[in-house]
């Protein structure tokens, strides 16, 4: 059946590069989500742990203020929103650091190092940069939401072309049982809890062969 043959290569072309953006679209925001979720859970386990210790270092001293301000539960570090998250995780950045340029040994003896400050550092970097992504992957996927149109009309003119070339195989009992076919996969049956409609509507793309 060569009249069907160049639309269809053109029908599968068109559908396949639909379908690559519908996936890459999905996969912007997906991946954003999964690398945020893992960076916060990072930042969280070191921020609480790092301030446990230190205000353990703040209440030895009295300086009670100092401790309340570090020290969270877990749950309590991971049910921060972000901003929240960031600027309370900077705070125990800021006095973990200023502790141990002040009283390095005992701070040392309340289980914290220098090296906790740039771990912790690290963990806040990550968790900061990695905030944004999300935003750009929405605009990435606003993108390439805003080319489905356009894809969707090339689809639906391929379609349309193979509508009226399938009308020449209506002169043998093949051609016309493949023409049967053919309407049937035109079809979008509705299976609604609505008015009962007929048992199969033509699509939009293109026109039903009666």
């Given at each position: 059946?060569?009249?069907?043959?160049?639309?269809?290569?053109?029908q599968?072309a068109?559908?396949?590069?639909?379908?690559?953006?519908?996936?890459?679209q999905?996969?912007?925001?997906?991946?954003?989500?999964?690398?945020?979720?893992?960076?916060?859970?990072?930042?969280?386990?070191?921020?609480?742990?790092?301030?446990?210790?230190?205000?353990?270092?703040?209440?030895?001293?009295?300086?009670?203020?100092?401790?309340?301000?570090?020290?969270?539960?877990?749950?309590?570090?991971?049910?921060?929103r972000?901003?929240?998250?960031?600027?309370?995780?900077?705070?125990?950045?800021r006095?973990?650091?200023?502790?141990?340029?002040?009283?390095?040994?005992?701070?040392?003896?309340?289980g914290?190092?220098?090296?906790?400050?740039t771990?912790?550092?690290?963990?806040?970097?990550?968790?900061?940069?990695?905030?944004?992504?999300?935003a750009?992957?929405?605009?990435?996927?606003?993108?390439?939401?805003?080319?489905?149109?356009?894809?969707?009309?090339?689809?639906?003119?391929?379609?349309?072309?193979?509508?009226?070339?399938?009308?020449?195989?209506r002169?043998?009992?093949?051609?016309?049982?493949f023409?049967?076919?053919?309407?049937?996969a035109?079809?979008?049956?509705?299976?609604?809890?609505?008015?009962?409609?007929?048992?199969?509507?033509?699509?939009?793309?293109?026109?039903?062969?009666?």
């Amino acid at each position: 059946m060569p009249l069907l043959h160049q639309p269809a290569l053109q029908q599968r072309a068109a559908g396949g590069l639909h379908a690559g953006k519908a996936e890459r679209q999905e996969a912007a925001i997906t991946g954003a989500a999964e690398q945020k979720a893992r960076e916060e859970k990072e930042l969280v386990k070191v921020a609480h742990e790092q301030g446990a210790a230190l205000s353990t270092y703040f209440t030895a001293a009295g300086r009670e203020q100092d401790a309340a301000a570090v020290d969270y539960s877990l749950t309590k570090w991971a049910a921060l929103r972000d901003e929240i998250l960031i600027s309370r995780s900077r705070t125990l950045l800021r006095l973990l650091k200023a502790a141990l340029l002040a009283e390095p040994v005992i701070v040392a003896k309340h289980g914290l190092k220098p090296a906790d400050a740039t771990l912790l550092e690290k963990e806040l970097g990550d968790f900061v940069s990695v905030t944004t992504l999300p935003a750009e992957a929405s605009d990435e996927r606003k993108l390439l939401t805003d080319e489905f149109p356009d894809d969707f009309a090339a689809i639906r003119a391929v379609l349309k072309s193979m509508n009226k070339s399938v009308l020449r195989f209506r002169r043998t009992e093949l051609g016309a049982t493949f023409a049967g076919k053919w309407k049937q996969a035109g079809m979008i049956r509705d299976r609604g809890r609505g008015k009962k409609e007929e048992a199969g509507t033509p699509v939009t793309a293109g026109t039903a062969n009666p």
